[in-house]
């Protein structure tokens, strides 16, 4: 079947194993479903997912221009510590960064190819996760905003990773971890001012994707304009699509881009 419209992330469905679900203009493809088939994506255009413009995608599915002033692509994305809305200072857009930033923000523990701490709004569990690839992840810290967040990992980041380890998380046989163990070890540098919102009763999410790695990784694909994207699909882990023969895509790494996409 064919299908067309602009490559968003997929969205996901905490089942087990998680389901995979690509929006594509009115359809959704459940993408579990072309487990087993051949795939192909053709690149037919761009559009920025901010101001909707045909313009080559920057970063983060935005064009240049709205990468550099829209609220969406603000620094306090990645990096939560510059959060400013509590203190009712504006960085690009108020009304937007008080919306995203003042509300309950998990900090947590996860397992991608190794254990990392990272940060997410409350209402994003286990979506964050899910998108990361983490087949076991805990909430350990609880907070009113994004700020407080941002210093919590600022602060252990200096004695455990904040980053994914893709490459091992995509082709090493999953590895369980003490989460709670490693929180425990930790725990002593949260500063004073998070110590408060430390979950009492520590729980360790299981998440089951549909792809067992086996040891192999092969090359990484991107969407082109010369020639179309194809494989027989083996599995989808994180945001990654598997093909048979161990090449993966990223398709959050492809946001704005329109594609047409076919499933045999």
Known sequence: MLYQGVLTKMETESTSPINYFMHLGDEFVKVNDCIGKTIQFDLIGYQCLSCGDNASIFRQGLCKKCFFESPQAGSWIMKPEESKAHLDIEDRDLAFEKKMQLQPHIVYLSNTGGVKVGVTRKSQVPTRWIDQGAHQAMAFLEVPNRYLAGVAE???????????????????????????????ALKAYLPDEVQPYVIDELQVEELNFPYTPDGQLGVRQSLSENEPLKGKLKGIKGQYLIFDDYSIFNVRSSEGYVVAFNVR
Request: hydrophobic residues 35%; proline residues 3%.
């Open 154 to 184: 600022v602060a252990l980041k200096a004695h455990i990773s904040d980053k994914t380890q893709w490459k091992t998380m995509l082709s090493q046989p999953e590895q369980s971890r003490d989460l709670i163990k490693q929180f425990n």
